[in-house]
Nanobody
Framework: QVQLVESGGGSVQAGGSLRLSCTAS????????MGWFRQVPGKEREGVAF????????YYADSVKGRFTISQDNAKSTVYLQMNSLQRDDTAMYYC????????????????WGQGTQVTVSS
């Protein structure tokens, strides 16, 4: 059974930091690129950060460049999202996903999704 389990969300004041984790199981972790998406009710899902299986390629949305860092530990089948200088606009449900790089970029046809973890940033 494939699972992507996110953790690390919570409530934080603006300017603070959080680190999200997503641990994969049930498939070969290095088979797919990993990504973080976020969604606010009533708005489109946004791709936040992606990383290739070997870590050589990363992608960041303009809105998080310089503040968020994606990384992974292949031995632990875990991808991380370090979020610094959090802003109220970062408030969303954050999901991790696995799939081909082109699917992450397109935001469609992802293979696996996690259940999400809520991040709330207050001023």
């Amino acid at each position: 059974q494939v699972q992507l389990v996110e953790s690390g969300g919570g409530s934080v004041q603006a300017g603070g930091s959080l680190r999200l984790s997503c641990t994969a199981s049930g498939y070969t972790y290095s088979s797919f690129s990993m990504g973080w998406f976020r969604q606010v009710p009533g708005k489109e899902r946004e791709g936040v950060a992606f990383i290739s299986p070997d870590g050589d390629s990363t992608y960041y949305a303009d809105s998080v460049k310089g503040r968020f860092t994606i990384s992974q530990d292949n031995a632990k089948s875990t991808v991380y999202l370090q979020m610094n200088s959090l802003q109220r606009d970062d408030t969303a449900m954050y999901y991790c996903a696995a799939g081909p790089w082109v699917a992450l970029i397109a935001g469609i046809d992802l293979i696996y999704w996690g259940q999400g973890t809520q991040v709330t940033v207050s001023s």
